[in-house]
């Protein structure tokens, strides 16, 4: 399984026009992706601050579908008419940010398989002053600098 994520940020005309460029996105979800066969899903969320973006995951098999997705698209864009309307995108969002992404190849429970002194590390009393300490004194120690010789 992959992602490809994609970054929108809207433009001024949609930061105006917030409720047509959500029900615009709604509608280009379902003719953008008809016939796209080898998109197993689609999700998207919405970051507010600082500013509004918004992330959009597009779910795949595997590269082999990632690559017939993107001849898929190809094909399509060949559509006067198809792409026209692919296009007018650019007057809600644009785009920003790009990526392929993987999820972990393995297991991976990250508190239980944290190394002994960082999971005592996360127990430790934070606001209870060790003897001879100030109120307040957030114990720990410094590790020693890989540079020293």
Do not use: N
């Amino acid at each position: 399984m992959l992602f490809l994520t994609y970054t929108f940020e809207p433009t001024s005309y949609a930061r105006e026009r917030p409720e047509e460029m959500w029900e615009w996105m709604q509608q280009r979800e379902l003719w953008f992706y008809e016939g796209l066969a080898m998109v197993r899903g689609v999700t998207w969320s919405v970051e507010t601050a600082p500013i509004l973006r918004i992330h959009h995951f597009v779910e795949f098999d595997d590269a082999a579908a990632l690559a017939a997705y993107r001849q898929a698209l190809a094909e399509k864009g060949r559509d006067r008419t198809w792409e026209a309307r692919r296009v007018e995108q650019d007057i809600w969002y644009r785009i920003t940010g790009k990526s392929i992404q993987y999820p972990r190849p393995w297991a991976w429970d990250l508190v239980a398989e944290r190394p002994l002194c960082l999971r005592q590390a996360t127990r430790r009393r934070i606001h209870e002053p060790a003897a001879g300490q100030a109120q307040g004194h957030v114990q720990g120690r410094t590790m020693p600098s890989r540079r020293s010789k």
